[in-house]
């Protein structure tokens, strides 16, 4: 077939530059989960996700206006920014979602410090400390 634009070949009535476009769908989040389909499944898990990452970086943020910016291991200045790699999770967020919001189960440590703590969990002293007492008082 010839494109009935420019006459090049083409599969269709019109070649690929030539073929009408259809416009991208306008996709608007659900705000329940009241719909039914796959993508209002994706999109309640989006939303739930999304509040998720907001609650945990205003939980950060109000840590971060409570506590001194400094490493709780070497005492090292963090900066003026609250960044996510400064707030170490003792007891994992994964294994315990009951203490994920526990502001007794976050310190703060520097880059390195958290790499190397994430790496080997019993590196630090007081990250270890810190876990016995979280372990007590979850009972675990």
Request: glycine share 4%; aromatic share 10%; net charge positive.
């Amino acid at each position: 077939m010839k494109c009935k634009v420019c006459g090049k070949n083409a599969q269709s009535e019109y070649c690929f530059l030539h073929k009408p476009k259809k416009q991208l769908q306008q996709r608007v989040f659900p705000t329940s989960n009241k719909g039914v389909g796959k993508f209002t499944q994706k999109s309640s898990l989006l939303h739930k996700k999304l509040d998720k990452t907001l609650e945990m970086q205003n939980f950060f943020l109000d840590i971060w206006n409570i506590k001194p910016h400094k490493s709780e291991i070497s005492g090292q200045y963090l900066g003026k920014e609250a960044l996510s790699i400064y707030f170490h999770h003792i007891l994992p967020k994964s294994k315990y979602p009951e203490a994920c919001l526990d502001e007794e189960n976050i310190i703060l440590l520097t880059l390195l410090e958290h790499e190397q703590v994430e790496i080997d969990m019993y590196r630090y002293e007081e990250v270890n400390k810190r876990r016995e007492q979280l372990k007590i008082k979850y009972n675990l």
